[in-house]
């Protein structure tokens, strides 16, 4: 398979590459990834639903496509963070989609958290049109997106990731190959797992510190960097302190996830009571106007 290889040319003092980079998706976390990338001197083409998300990207001298195909048929490499798995469908094949607009050689990174049956689907397309796809889903939220520190996991083909990779580097840090297609959704559902439950604990652990009268923030100076410590200890659970509900990741996005992790669970008859009691708590909040708000609104179950 031939495609654009990453060239740099110094223009008017400025590092650029060569290759033509498309991103589809500039919401919370895809607007700092594309910024990233279009910093590092991609030329960039953008498509998103809302024009006005892609405002700051234009204004820095990103081109607009009106369609997915519009975009594919302009560039060499194409990432896709979007909504739910019927979304990142109608991006790839539906009408005036991705596909529709490709040529042999491309490379489609979907970074969505999708089924990893679809990535494995969308995979088995690309084949047939000489079109690499990747699923590599992402985690770290909106603050490791604005700093370039994402953790990253890869399926596919293991030499179009090392290919790729100096694209990854762009807004990852922790960037792993995991395997055959597929395997990148099948890790992030592992992920989503793993965060769940912390995400009880956290909130728990606050709701018992300030219970028993002691000085929460003063608490977590201690335990956010002992053996309890994780990512949303240190990171959500200050926001959660200051009723700062704003989303780094929707509610709604965090249940669809864990919805897809529980499908899957269950068609490896596999149990796990842990994630299926976090999705019925983070539901009732949606079901009580939460579903907007980012996944510390959990603590909000504990208020009540």
Avoid at 93 to 110: M, P, R, Y
Avoid at 262 to 289: I, N
Wanted: net charge neutral.
């Amino acid at each position: 398979m031939k495609y654009a290889t990453i060239e740099r040319t110094h223009r008017g003092g400025r590092m650029m590459n060569e290759q033509k980079v498309g991103f589809i998706g500039t919401g919370v976390m895809g607007k700092h990834m594309a910024s990233h990338l279009q910093k590092a001197g991609y030329p960039l083409f953008v498509y998103t639903r809302t024009k006005s998300k892609a405002a700051d990207l234009l204004y820095s001298g990103a081109t607009w496509c009106e369609t997915p195909s519009e975009l594919a048929s302009k560039t060499d490499v194409v990432f896709t963070i979007i909504g739910e798995p019927k979304d990142v469908e109608q991006i790839y094949i539906g009408k005036n989609g991705l596909f529709e607009g490709s040529h042999a050689g491309q490379v489609f990174i979907d970074m969505t958290t999708s089924k990893p049956s679809l990535a494995q689907e969308l995979y088995n397309k690309g084949k047939e049109r000489d079109i690499s796809v990747l699923d590599a889903p992402v985690s770290g939220g909106d603050i490791f997106a604005q700093s370039g520190k994402l953790s990253i996991m890869v399926g596919g083909d293991e030499h179009i990731f090392t290919d790729m990779k100096p694209l990854f580097n762009t807004f990852g840090e922790n960037i792993v190959y995991q395997g055959r297609a597929g395997a990148g959704q099948h890790t992030k559902m592992s992920n989503q797992i793993a965060i769940a439950s912390t995400m009880i604990g956290v909130c728990e652990a606050i709701t018992y510190a300030k219970t028993a009268g002691l000085d929460v923030e003063t608490v977590l100076k201690s335990i956010a960097f002992g053996a309890a410590g994780s990512y949303s200890l240190s990171n959500l659970a200050p926001r959660m302190m200051k009723e700062d509900f704003a989303p780094g990741f929707f509610i709604k996005h965090f249940i669809k996830d864990m919805k897809i992790a529980l499908e899957e669970a269950e068609r490896m008859d596999l149990k796990l009571p842990g994630l299926s009691m976090a999705k019925d708590m983070y539901e009732k909040l949606a079901a009580q106007g939460e579903a907007e708000n980012g996944t510390q609104a959990l603590i909000k179950a504990y208020s009540k």
